[in-house]
């Protein structure tokens, strides 16, 4: 069983940054995939990023590609999503999800552990 809590969420301009985490219960944490996925009103939810068990590997959305990063601390359990020059269009809630494998996928379908999520509104 593996439990999600993302933090850092909030309201940011345009052109700010902002870093969110998500801290994970479990003893296994390195052997979980980790990805971001992000829902804005309305909308469906979208894949963000991915990254590997080990932290070697990670996957972006075709939007995120040069302004997102991915990573994790594996000694802290927790995996992180830096965002970089924001964009209105990236209000959204931004969920936290786990794998029970340590290969990342772009599939919603393939993660069985959700956090609550974390608002990020960037206003203009």
């Known amino acids: 069983q593996v439990q999600l809590v993302e933090s850092g969420g909030g309201l940011v301009q345009a052109g700010d940054s902002l870093r969110l985490s998500c801290a994970a219960s479990g003893r296994t944490f390195s052997s979980n995939a980790m990805g971001w996925f992000r829902q804005a009103p309305g909308k469906q939810r979208d894949f963000v990023a991915a990254?590997?068990?080990?932290?070697?590997?990670?996957y972006y959305g075709n939007s995120m590609k040069g302004r997102f990063t991915i990573s994790r601390d594996n000694a802290k359990s927790t995996v992180y999503l830096k965002m970089n020059s924001l964009k209105v269009e990236d209000t959204a809630v931004y969920y936290c999800a786990a794998r029970g494998v340590g290969s990342p996928s772009l599939y919603e379908a393939s993660y069985g552990y959700w956090g609550q999520g974390t608002q990020v509104t960037v206003s203009s």
């Open positions: 990254i590997n068990g080990g932290g070697q590997l990670t």
